[in-house]
């Protein structure tokens, strides 16, 4: 599958979602590799992180054995909190204002790419 970066046009066959921390956010994004623009996927903090984790459980469990209706609707609910939770931290906890403030991520991805 290619991949269009929306700011220079450049496309790329793959492109792996980069991840940076700051205390108990950790800020998931990608970054075009010609021309270094980021878009950011998701802020996540410990809380988001758990629920995350409990729905993919969920998930794994649906797939494997039968479940009754209200485990479904449960699940379902928990994936949209989810969704909700993080948008939320997204707009709480901006990707540019992040990197704004932490060139050296941004180095250190750098550094990271040319290997």
Do not use: W
């Amino acid at each position: 599958m290619n991949i269009k970066c929306d700011h220079c046009g450049a496309v790329a066959e793959t492109i792996e979602p980069k991840e940076a921390a700051d205390g108990e956010f950790e800020y998931t994004f990608f970054r075009c590799p010609a021309c270094k623009a980021t878009f950011p996927i998701a802020v996540t903090d410990k809380r988001l992180r758990v629920d995350i984790t409990e729905y993919q459980h969920r998930r794994n469990h649906i797939r494997i054995s039968p479940v009754s209706e209200q485990f479904l609707r449960e699940t379902e609910a928990l994936k949209q909190e989810n969704l909700k939770r993080c948008r939320e931290l997204m707009e709480q906890h901006p990707l540019a204002l992040f990197l704004e403030a932490h060139p050296d991520i941004i180095k250190a991805i750098d550094r990271e790419d040319e290997k």
